[in-house]
């Protein structure tokens, strides 16, 4: 096992984080509670909000002022349907996969299509720190601390065509490493995508890291996609291709469901999914063991409206899930 991604040493909190998590818990009397490991049926029984958000506001959208969810939670809970649909599944089975070499290919309308090491495209000293809120379709959500590349920092090196309208994002497809891809669960490669305005939007982020470690492989290792003001699919994981078109390009979950799961899946609690609730959600942070903090009140794009809402200026929200 690579020893920077063994698990000892990853749940060691690098100390400004651990002091901030401290100083908001105790803001917040933040107490633990004991979540019950059921999936979105249980969180659709339970539409009473308990708890208001404190989080309406942030002095700073680049770091939410949210206490922060445990690494361990973050770590522990995911999903990542390559390595299976249970949410322990992916930390179960992806210590299995090679991150180095690592190559992401560029195609589709840019001035030259060509392979870039994970290097080449997000190198070092352009990486920043972000702490965002990650809001599941399947109301749940965490806060966690990224480090990685603004994806308009990404989007420049690729250097696209003036007609590039879409930006679309490949996972990695290998049945030997993944033992999701085996079943049908859903189709091969999972793949995203973003209008251009909202790619080159400075909340986006193209992370390598999380808690100051490299991403851990169940969090989307070597590199993920990470759109704060989302729902957390569109976060695609694990990413081998960037293709950029004229036309809006087909996305795994919107092809198989789209009337569960929107392109633009901007977070929204006033339009339900057709089988639970989008009003609230249950807030995976604070400390105690698997620690779900009460059920709060979700925010129109989850507490970005005011950075992103102009994109969306003039589209009913409603009709463009
Ligand atoms: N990316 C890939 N390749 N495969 C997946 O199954 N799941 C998505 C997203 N990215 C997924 C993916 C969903 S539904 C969510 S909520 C987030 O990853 C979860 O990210 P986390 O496990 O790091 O919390």
């Given at each position: 096992?690579?020893?920077?991604?063994?698990?000892?040493?990853?749940?060691?909190?690098?100390?400004e984080?651990?002091?901030?998590?401290?100083?908001?818990?105790?803001?917040?009397?933040?107490?633990?509670?004991?979540?019950?490991?059921?999936?979105?049926?249980?969180?659709?029984?339970?539409?009473?909000?308990?708890?208001?958000?404190?989080?309406?506001?942030?002095?700073?959208?680049?770091?939410?002022?949210?206490?922060?969810?445990?690494?361990?939670?973050?770590?522990?809970?995911?999903?990542?349907?390559?390595f299976?649909?249970?949410?322990?599944?992916?930390?179960?089975?992806?210590?299995?996969?090679?991150?180095?070499?690592?190559?992401?290919?560029?195609?589709?309308?840019?001035?030259?299509?060509?392979?870039?090491?994970?290097?080449?495209?997000?190198?070092?000293?352009?990486?920043?720190?972000?702490?965002?809120?990650?809001?599941?379709?399947?109301?749940?959500s965490?806060?966690?601390?990224?480090?990685?590349?603004?994806?308009?920092?990404?989007?420049?090196?690729?250097?696209?065509?003036?007609?590039?309208?879409?930006?679309?994002?490949?996972?990695?497809?290998?049945?030997?490493?993944?033992?999701?891809?085996?079943?049908?669960?859903?189709?091969?490669?999972?793949?995203?995508?973003?209008?251009?305005?909202?790619?080159?939007?400075?909340?986006?982020?193209?992370?390598?890291?999380?808690?100051?470690?490299?991403?851990?492989?169940?969090?989307?290792?070597?590199?993920?996609?990470?759109?704060?003001?989302?729902?957390?699919?569109?976060?695609?994981?694990?990413?081998?291709?960037?293709?950029?078109?004229?036309?809006?390009?087909?996305?795994?979950?919107?092809?198989?469901?789209?009337?569960?799961?929107?392109?633009?899946?901007?977070?929204?609690?006033?339009?339900?999914?057709?089988?639970w609730?989008?009003?609230?959600?249950?807030?995976?942070?604070?400390?105690?063991?698997?620690?779900?903090a009460p059920?709060?009140?979700?925010?129109?794009?989850?507490?970005?409206?005011?950075?992103?809402?102009?994109?969306?200026?003039?589209?009913?929200?409603?009709?463009?899930?």
């Amino acid at each position: 096992m690579n020893s920077k991604l063994d698990p000892k040493a990853l749940s060691v909190t690098p100390e400004e984080v651990y002091l901030q998590r401290r100083h908001y818990l105790r803001l917040f009397g933040m107490a633990a509670t004991t979540w019950p490991l059921a999936g979105c049926t249980e969180d659709a029984k339970q539409h009473k909000v308990i708890d208001v958000q404190a989080n309406s506001v942030d002095a700073d959208p680049m770091r939410a002022s949210d206490p922060l969810t445990r690494f361990e939670d973050a770590t522990s809970y995911n999903n990542f349907y390559e390595f299976g649909t249970g949410k322990g599944d992916p930390r179960r089975h992806a210590g299995q996969l090679r991150t180095t070499p690592w190559e992401i290919h560029v195609s589709g309308l840019v001035e030259e299509p060509r392979s870039f090491s994970l290097l080449e495209l997000l190198p070092e000293t352009s990486r920043v720190e972000r702490i965002y809120r990650l809001r599941c379709v399947e109301a749940w959500s965490m806060v966690i601390p990224w480090q990685g590349v603004p994806l308009a920092k990404v989007i420049e090196r690729c250097k696209p065509l003036p007609d590039a309208a879409y930006i679309a994002f490949d996972s990695l497809a290998d049945p030997t490493q993944m033992p999701g891809i085996r079943q049908a669960t859903l189709e091969w490669p999972y793949t995203e995508a973003l209008r251009m305005d909202e790619a080159l939007h400075p909340l986006s982020l193209m992370a390598t890291g999380m808690y100051r470690r490299s991403l851990p492989p169940q969090n989307g290792a070597p590199v993920r996609l990470v759109v704060p003001w989302k729902y957390g699919f569109k976060s695609i994981k694990s990413i081998v291709s960037i293709r950029f078109t004229r036309e809006p390009p087909e996305t795994t979950w919107n092809r198989m469901q789209p009337s569960e799961y929107g392109f633009f899946a901007n977070v929204n609690p006033d339009v339900d999914h057709p089988r639970w609730s989008q009003r609230s959600e249950r807030r995976l942070a604070g400390d105690g063991n698997r620690a779900f903090a009460p059920r709060i009140a979700t925010l129109p794009f989850n507490g970005y409206a005011k950075q992103v809402e102009q994109l969306y200026r003039g589209m009913d929200l409603h009709q463009w899930f």
